[in-house]
C-alpha cells in the first residue's frame, strides 16, 4: 500500500536534512511502481514523477518537517493538482440546459443518465430523459424503466434508428412542453478508434448542441484511458467526466490520465447500481484511492 | 548479418513503455526489460521474439475449447457489470448452432433494468428457445427451470446469463455461489461450466475480479471481450501464469459473429506489434 511505501520513503529519507537526487530515487521508483499498478497512464505517471521530482529538490527541508513528511506531502498535493484540472461544477440554474452523456461500451452511461436526472429532481430540477442508443438491444427500453424507476420522463422514437432523429424530435418536445430544466441524451457505446460513429457523435453534438458533454469512464479503464481521454476530447468539447463503478476496488488511476489529457476533471462518482449511489467528485479522497 | 549487441538504455525505457501500455502490468514488464538488459541482439525482431517466447512461456493452461460433457452442458456466464456477459452469450449460441447443437437461453438476470428484454431480442435473432421469469424473480430458480426445459427437450446446451456484479461485493458472490449449487444438484458438476467475462479495456483489476470470482466459483475459462478496440489486454498474462484459467474466446465487436477462440500466439502478435 502507498502508507507503506511513504514508511520506506520516511525511513530511506531519515537523517538528511535536505532532499537530494540521490535519497529521493528510490522513493520515486516506489511510487512510479505503485501508480502504474492503479492504472494511471505511462507518460502521465512519467511528467507526475517528474514534477514531483522538481518540487522536492526545490525544498527547503524545515526544521520541524522530516524529509520524508515533506516529500509525502508533495506527493499527495501533486496528485490533488492532477485530478484537479479543469475542475467544474454542473451549474444548478433553472435555464434550460441539455446534457450528452458519451463513452466506451458498458461503462454506465444509461444508468449514469437516470442518476443524473435523479439528482437534478433532488435539486429541484425537471429533467426529460432521452434514449438516443438505436443500437443496442432494448437500449431504449432500459432508459425507460430507470426513468419509470425514478418516476422522471423519458422521450425516445421506438422505430427510429437513426440518433439525430431522436435528439431533434426531443428538442422540439422539451420546447414545445416548456416544463423541462434539463435534457439529458443517452448515446450508444463505442470505441473511440471507430472513426464512423465517433464522427456520428460529433453529428450528434452539433445538432443537439449540448450545454454539458460528459464522458462516462469506468473506474478499472486501464491504459488505454489516455487514447481514450484524447480520441473524444478531439471529436467533442467535453465539458466533464463522469468515474463509475466506484463501489469495487479498482484503484482509477485512470481518472487521473483522463484529467491530464482532456483538461476536464471528474465531476461525479458512481458508487452503485442504485439510481441514488452518485455523489460529487471529491479529488482529496481520489488521490487516497489512487495512492493506495 | 549484423553483430549481436546490447540494447541501448533509451531503447530499453521505450521497450518497458510498450509493454506497460499493454496492460501486462508492472512486474512482469519490469522482469522482461531486465531480461533484455543483459542480453545481446542482432536485430529488433529478434527482441520481440524473444518477449514473444518469454511471455509465451507464461500461458500454462490448455483446454481452450468449451465442454462436451453432459446433455444438457450447461454454461454460466459471470463477471462484473458491463463486462459483455450478455452479448457474449449470443456470440457462443451461435457458433453452438454453427456446429449443429441445439441451444436454450437463461434470462438469468433478474435485477437489472431491461436484462431479459435484452437477451430476448438475441434469443428471438437465433431464433432459440428462452427461459425467463419476471424482473426481480430469484436467478436459481430460473436456472433450474432452464435445465428441466433442456432436459425434457433434449437440448445439447444451456447458456445461462447472470446480473452484472462487483467481486468485492459479498452478498452478490454469495448468490452466486447458490446459483452453482442449484445448476450442480440439477444436472451434476461435471455438466457445468463457469465462465468470467472480463472487458478487455480494463487494467490490472480484472486479476482481482478473475482470483475472486476464481474463488467463490471455480472457473473454468475466460472471455475477454472489447479487443476490437486499441487496448491490448495483456492482463491475461497474469491471469494465466498464476491462476491459470485458460483464457476460451476473445470477443471483436458487437455483433454476432465477432468472437474468435483464443491463441496465445496471436493475442501475443498482437500484443507486441
Ligand atoms: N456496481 C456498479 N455498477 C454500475 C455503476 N454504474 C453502472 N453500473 C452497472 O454497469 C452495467 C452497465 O451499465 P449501463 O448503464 O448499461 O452501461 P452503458 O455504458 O450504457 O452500456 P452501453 O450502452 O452498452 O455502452 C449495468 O449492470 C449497470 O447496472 C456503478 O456505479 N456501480
Ligand atoms: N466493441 C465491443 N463491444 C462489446 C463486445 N462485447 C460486448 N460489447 C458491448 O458492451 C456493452 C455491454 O455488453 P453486455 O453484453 O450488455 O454486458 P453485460 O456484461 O451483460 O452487462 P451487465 O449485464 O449490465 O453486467 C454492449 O454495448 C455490447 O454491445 C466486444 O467484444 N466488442
Ligand atoms: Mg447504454
Ligand atoms: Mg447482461
Redesign the interface.
Same mark, same amino acid.
Given at each position: 500500500t502507498i502508507s507503506e511505501k511513504f514508511q520506506v520513503i520516511f525511513k530511506t529519507l531519515r537523517g538528511h536534512h535536505r532532499i537530494s537526487e540521490a535519497n529521493i530515487t528510490d522513493s520515486l521508483r516506489e511510487i512510479r511502481?505503485a501508480l502504474?499498478? /492503479? !492504472?494511471v497512464?505511462? &507518460?502521465i505517471v512519467r511528467d507526475f514523477i517528474k514534477e514531483v521530482k522538481e518540487k522536492s529538490l526545490g525544498e527547503k527541508v524545515l526544521d520541524l518537517v522530516s524529509p520524508g513528511q515533506m516529500m509525502t506531502k508533495i506527493i499527495y498535493d501533486e496528485m490533488v493538482r492532477f485530478l484537479s484540472m479543469g475542475a467544474c461544477e454542473l451549474p444548478l440554474d433553472r435555464s434550460f440546459q441539455t446534457l450528452m452523456i458519451v463513452g466506451?461500451?458498458?461503462?454506465?452511461k444509461t444508468t449514469t443518465c437516470a442518476k443524473l436526472a435523479f439528482w437534478f429532481k433532488e435539486k429541484g430540477l425537471r429533467t426529460l430523459l432521452v434514449g438516443a442508443d438505436a443500437?443496442?438491444? @432494448? @437500449?431504449k427500453?432500459?432508459?425507460? &424503466?430507470?426513468a419509470g424507476?425514478t418516476d422522471v420522463d423519458f422521450f425516445t422514437l421506438d422505430e427510429e434508428k437513426n440518433p439525430l432523429a431522436i435528439v431533434h424530435a426531443a428538442l422540439k418536445k422539451a420546447k414545445d412542453d416548456n416544463l423541462y430544466h434539463r435534457m439529458v441524451v443517452d448515446t450508444a457505446g463505442r470505441?473511440?478508434?471507430d472513426e464512423e460513429l465517433m464522427k456520428e457523435l460529433t453529428l450528434l453534438s452539433q445538432s443537439a448542441r449540448p450545454d454539458h458533454i460528459l464522458l462516462t469512464t469506468?473506474a478499472?479503464?486501464?491504459?488505454?484511458s489516455v487514447?481514450?481521454g484524447e480520441a473524444f476530447s478531439r471529436y467533442l468539447n467535453l465539458t466533464g467526466i463522469i468515474l463509475t463503478?466506484m463501489?469495487?476496488? /479498482?484503484?482509477g488511476? @485512470?481518472a487521473m490520465s483522463m484529467a491530464a489529457v482532456t483538461g476536464k476533471s471528474v465531476q461525479f462518482v458512481g458508487t452503485g447500481?442504485k439510481i441514488s449511489q452518485f455523489e460529487p467528485f471529491y479529488p482529496d479522497r481520489m488521490a487516497s484511492r489512487i495512492l493506495g | 548479418s549484423s553483430p549481436d549487441k546490447k540494447l541501448e538504455e533509451e531503447e530499453l525505457q521505450n521497450l518497458e513503455?510498450v509493454l506497460?501500455? &499493454?496492460?501486462l502490468?508492472?512486474d512482469i514488464s519490469m522482469t522482461l526489460v531486465d531480461m533484455l538488459r543483459h542480453k545481446r541482439f542482432s536485430s529488433r525482431e529478434e527482441v520481440k521474439a524473444f518477449i514473444k517466447q518469454e511471455l509465451l512461456k507464461r500461458f500454462s493452461s490448455s483446454g481452450r475449447e468449451l465442454g462436451e460433457k453432459g446433455k444438457p452442458r450447461v454454461v454460466l456466464f459471470v463477471g462484473?457489470?458491463?463486462?459483455?456477459k450478455t452479448t457474449s452469450i449470443a456470440k457462443i449460441a451461435s457458433l453452438l448452432q454453427k456446429k449443429g447443437k441445439t441451444v436454450l437461453l437463461a434470462a438469468g438476470d433478474t #435485477?437489472? /433494468? /431491461?436484462a431479459i428484454?435484452?437477451l430476448?431480442?438475441?434469443a428471438e435473432r437465433l431464433s432459440v428457445p428462452i427461459v425467463r421469469h419476471k424482473m426481480g424473480a430469484d436467478p436459481a430458480a430460473v436456472a433450474h427451470d432452464a435445465c428441466e426445459s433442456a432436459k425434457a427437450k433434449g437440448i445439447d446446451y444451456v447458456l445461462v446469463d447472470t446480473a452484472g456484479r462487483?467481486? *468485492?461485493?459479498n452478498a452478490l458472490m454469495e448468490e452466486l455461489k447458490k446459483v452453482v449449487r442449484v445448476i450442480s444438484a440439477r444436472v451434476g458438476e461435471d455438466a457445468l461450466e463457469k465462465l468470467l467475462v472480463i !472487458?478487455g *479495456?480494463?487494467?490490472? *483489476?480484472?486479476f #482481482?475480479q478473475a482470483r475472486h470470482f476464481q474463488e467463490s466459483v471455480r472457473l473454468d475459462g475466460i472471455i475477454i471481450t472489447?479487443l476490437?478496440?486499441? @487496448?491490448k489486454g495483456g492482463?491475461v498474462v497474469s491471469i494465466e501464469e498464476e491462476l491459470t484459467i485458460p483464457v476460451k474466446w476473445v470477443g471483436l465487436g458487437?455483433s454476432v459473429d465477432d468472437i474468435v477462440p483464443f491463441s496465445p500466439d496471436v493475442f501475443l502478435s498482437a500484443l507486441l506489434e
Open positions: 511502481k502504474l499498478e /492503479a !492504472d497512464s505511462y &507518460t466506451l461500451q458498458g461503462c454506465g443500437q443496442r438491444p @432494448a @437500449a427500453e432500459q432508459l425507460r &424503466t430507470l424507476q470505441l473511440h478508434v469506468d478499472m479503464l486501464g491504459q488505454d487514447k481514450t463503478k463501489d469495487g476496488d /479498482a484503484r488511476g @485512470a447500481e | 513503455r506497460i501500455e &499493454t496492460d502490468g508492472v462484473i457489470n458491463g463486462s459483455g #435485477f437489472r /433494468a /431491461a428484454e435484452q430476448s431480442i438475441w462487483l467481486h *468485492n461485493q !472487458d *479495456n480494463a487494467g490490472q *483489476n480484472s #482481482f472489447k476490437d478496440g486499441s @487496448a492482463v458487437e
